[in-house]
């Protein structure tokens, strides 16, 4: 079992930082791949970032390549997510979530773990 906690979302300008944090219960961080999704009102869980269990690979949808940043601390069970050059369109409840998988799945439902989310809201 491995529960997952968000922190870190609030409000934010445009150009502005952020970032998130997904603290993990358990012994069993490492044993898991680990990924963030975002969802807007209406809008099915999108894919936004994932490292493998050693952190030796990282994936990005396109619409954040270049601007986040996914990375996590296995001595502090943590998963992060350093938000830069936010966007009105980066609005959203972000999630956290982990999997036994050795590779990311970009949807959603194949994901077993979720934390409870953290708003990020970008104003212009």
């Known amino acids: 079992q491995v529960q997952l906690v968000e922190s870190g979302g609030g409000l934010v300008q445009a150009g502005g930082s952020l970032r998130l944090s997904c603290a993990a219960s358990?012994?069993?961080?490492?044993?898991?791949?680990m990924g963030w999704f975002r969802q807007t009102p209406g809008n099915a869980r999108e894919f936004v970032s994932a490292?493998?269990?050693?952190?030796?690979?990282?994936y990005y949808s396109d619409s954040v390549k270049g601007r986040f940043t996914i990375s996590r601390d296995t001595a502090k069970n943590t998963l992060y997510l350093q938000m830069n050059s936010l966007k009105r369109e980066d609005t959203a409840v972000y999630y956290c979530?982990?999997?036994?998988?050795?590779?990311?799945?970009?949807?959603?439902?194949?994901?077993?773990?979720w934390g409870q989310g953290a708003q990020v809201t970008v104003s212009s």
């Open positions: 358990g012994r069993t961080f490492s044993r898991n791949t």
């Open positions: 979530a982990a999997d036994a998988r050795s590779l990311p799945s970009y949807v959603a439902r194949n994901w077993y773990y």
């Open positions: 490292i493998t269990r050693r952190g030796n690979n990282t």
